[in-house]
């Protein structure tokens, strides 16, 4: 059988994956190494076919001085004898690493995705093309194996993600500099990458080399078929999860997703930790920072039932269990505590409401119903300065309506069964700080409108 040539493969791959679309406008990330170049050799082959149109993207972390200059340098020359369009993006990464507290490597990638992204936006590009490779493939899937990966990680890098392609994830390095050799096309070598400072370069360096030689010297091929296999169990279960999700979830918010934890038990564990990192893809749009030992956390306390315990899944993300719900949110709003003049009109952006008031006539008593629970009447002569609107806060109490005695509202909200995220988000309007309304739950019995009462105030409480 005739072995295919290296712009073949990369076809069948981006066949295979259904990468490229005809007159697809393509962003190609050029660093000036080998797989890079090589990436754009075959781009450039296929330009015709597909009636492409290639654009050329290089950052510039400035982590070697003049040898990062001199890649960026190449890579103009390069785009120039191609007549290709270059871009061209420079960034202090180490400073800034300090300054978003990451380390070098994962800073590096975060301004390089986020520079790629917004440059493929400006440029209407459906595609970025990344020139990762099988050996690439091999390496992450042991370094993620090393770092305690689930299944997720250990599928590896995908082919295709949102617009990012991949067309060299099937070819060996070594392919790729014998192509680049025999149509003696020059590449830069990043002296970086042969230094074992890094996890990865040891690795590349150290580890695989070893398992090569002593254990198995196809091993790059195994890492390559295990995280094939998993990253198609992976897209298999996540749409299992996915369904079961649309039957277990109550409400999902931008800020915030209510499950019903009955249902979400009843699942099995594999299913129940795919819904857990799909919810948090939700409110944060990746699960770069998401470890398994969190999903687990949160797991367990399901499992568990320890009601009203909270797991801190990211720094911003919280997840909880309650004996009804099991919630997915974002980090607790800040105290807020607003001074009011009723009747009127206020807006309070930061809270996103509009606190609307009017005082009723006498003949409105007979009539007053609550149109919802954004809508209070109380009795505006029992109203007395400072009134305020606040957020709740421990040792908080009220006489909720038709009750005697009073009661806290935190066991007001649990017997409401209220999400433990929602309850930090309550609205508590307050007359000489005691608690005349609940916001959105439930008025005072000591504010209610009676048969004496001479003035009826209408509070209602607009959403922006």
Same mark, same amino acid.
């Given at each position: 059988?005739?072995?295919?040539?290296?712009?073949?493969?990369?076809?069948?791959?981006?066949? =295979?994956?259904?990468?490229?679309?005809?007159?697809?406008?393509?962003?190609?990330?050029?660093?000036?190494? %080998?797989?890079?170049?090589?990436?754009?050799?075959?781009?450039?082959?296929?330009?015709?076919? *597909?009636? &492409?149109?290639?654009?050329?993207?290089?950052?510039?972390? !400035?982590?070697?001085?003049?040898?990062?200059?001199?890649?960026?340098?190449?890579?103009?020359?390069?785009?120039?004898?191609?007549?290709? !369009?270059?871009?061209?993006?420079?960034?202090?990464? $180490?400073?800034?690493?300090?300054?978003?507290?990451?380390?070098?490597?994962?800073?590096? #990638?975060?301004?390089?995705?986020?520079?790629?992204?917004?440059?493929?936006?400006?440029?209407?590009?459906?595609?970025?093309?990344?020139?990762?490779?099988?050996?690439?493939?091999?390496?992450?899937?042991?370094?993620?194996?090393?770092?305690?990966?689930?299944?997720?990680?250990?599928?590896?890098? %995908? %082919?295709?993600?949102? =617009?990012?392609?991949?067309?060299?994830?099937?070819?060996? #390095?070594?392919?790729?500099?014998?192509?680049?050799?025999?149509? /003696?096309?020059?590449?830069?070598?990043?002296?970086?990458?042969? #230094?074992?400072?890094?996890?990865?370069?040891?690795?590349?360096?150290?580890?695989?080399?070893?398992? $090569?030689?002593?254990?198995?010297? !196809?091993?790059?091929?195994?890492?390559?078929? +295990?995280?094939?296999?998993?990253?198609?169990?992976?897209?298999?279960?996540?749409?299992?999860?996915?369904?079961?999700?649309? /039957?277990?979830?109550?409400?999902?918010?931008?800020?915030?997703?209510?499950?019903?934890?009955?249902?979400?038990?009843?699942?099995?564990?594999?299913?129940? #930790?795919?819904?857990? =990192?799909?919810?948090?893809?939700?409110?944060?749009?990746?699960?770069?920072?998401?470890?398994?030992?969190?999903?687990?956390?949160?797991?367990? &306390?399901?499992?568990?039932?320890?009601?009203?315990?909270?797991?801190?899944?990211?720094?911003?993300?919280?997840?909880?269990?309650?004996?009804?719900? &099991?919630?997915?949110?974002?980090?607790?709003?800040?105290? *807020?505590?607003?001074?009011?003049?009723?009747?009127?009109?206020?807006?309070?952006?930061?809270?996103?409401?509009?606190?609307?008031?009017?005082?009723?006539?006498?003949?409105?008593?007979?009539?007053? $119903?609550?149109? @919802?629970?954004? +809508?209070?009447?109380?009795?505006?002569?029992?109203?007395?300065?400072?009134? =305020?609107?606040?957020?709740?806060?421990?040792?908080?109490? *009220?006489? %909720?309506?038709?009750?005697?005695?009073?009661?806290?509202?935190?066991?007001?909200?649990?017997?409401?069964?209220?999400?433990?995220? @929602?309850?930090?988000?309550?609205?508590?309007?307050?007359?000489?700080?005691?608690?005349?309304?609940?916001?959105?739950?439930?008025?005072?019995?000591?504010?209610?409108?009676? !048969?004496? +009462?001479?003035?009826?105030?209408?509070?209602?409480?607009?959403?922006?």
């Amino acid at each position: 059988m005739k072995k295919m040539d290296l712009i073949s493969k990369a076809k069948k791959t981006i066949d =295979r994956y259904h990468m490229i679309k005809p007159k697809d406008r393509i962003l190609v990330a050029v660093s000036g190494g %080998p797989d890079s170049v090589a990436l754009l050799l075959v781009l450039l082959e296929l330009k015709k076919e *597909f009636n &492409l149109s290639l654009y050329v993207a290089h950052v510039n972390h !400035k982590l070697r001085g003049k040898e990062s200059d001199q890649d960026q340098e190449f890579v103009r020359k390069l785009a120039s004898d191609l007549k290709l !369009k270059l871009y061209t993006g420079s960034f202090q990464v $180490k400073k800034e690493a300090k300054k978003m507290k990451l380390s070098v490597e994962e800073c590096a #990638r975060e301004i390089r995705y986020d520079y790629l992204n917004k440059l493929a936006d400006k440029l209407k590009a459906q595609k970025i093309a990344l020139g990762h490779n099988f050996d690439d493939q091999a390496e992450t899937v042991l370094l993620r194996l090393i770092r305690g990966s689930g299944s997720l990680g250990l599928s590896g890098i %995908p %082919p295709v993600k949102d =617009r990012i392609i991949r067309p060299l994830i099937e070819i060996k #390095r070594e392919e790729i500099e014998a192509f680049l050799e025999k149509k /003696k096309i020059p590449f830069r070598v990043d002296s970086s990458n042969l #230094r074992p400072d890094y996890l990865r370069n040891k690795v590349r360096l150290k580890l695989l080399p070893m398992l $090569k030689k002593e254990y198995n010297p !196809k091993i790059e091929e195994v890492l390559n078929r +295990t995280a094939s296999i998993l990253r198609a169990e992976e897209k298999f279960l996540n749409q299992e999860a996915e369904k079961a999700y649309l /039957k277990v979830m109550l409400r999902e918010q931008n800020d915030k997703i209510i499950l019903d934890s009955k249902r979400f038990f009843s699942y099995d564990d594999s299913l129940k #930790r795919f819904m857990i =990192r799909n919810c948090v893809k939700k409110l944060k749009g990746d699960l770069m920072e998401l470890t398994f030992d969190k999903v687990e956390s949160l797991l367990n &306390l399901i499992q568990q039932g320890k009601s009203g315990k909270r797991v801190d899944l990211l720094d911003d993300i919280y997840g909880d269990i309650t004996k009804d719900h &099991l919630s997915i949110y974002k980090r607790k709003p800040q105290e *807020f505590n607003y001074s009011l003049s009723l009747p009127g009109k206020r807006e309070l952006k930061k809270l996103g409401v509009i606190i609307d008031s009017e005082i009723l006539s006498f003949s409105s008593k007979k009539n007053i $119903k609550n149109q @919802d629970k954004w +809508t209070a009447f109380l009795d505006m002569n029992k109203l007395k300065p400072p009134l =305020r609107l606040r957020s709740r806060k421990n040792g908080d109490r *009220f006489t %909720p309506l038709g009750m005697r005695g009073t009661k806290s509202v935190a066991d007001f909200l649990v017997d409401a069964k209220i999400p433990r995220c @929602d309850r930090d988000e309550v609205m508590l309007l307050t007359s000489q700080n005691k608690i005349a309304w609940v916001v959105g739950f439930r008025i005072s019995e000591d504010f209610k409108v009676i !048969k004496s +009462t001479e003035k009826i105030i209408k509070i209602q409480i607009k959403r922006e």
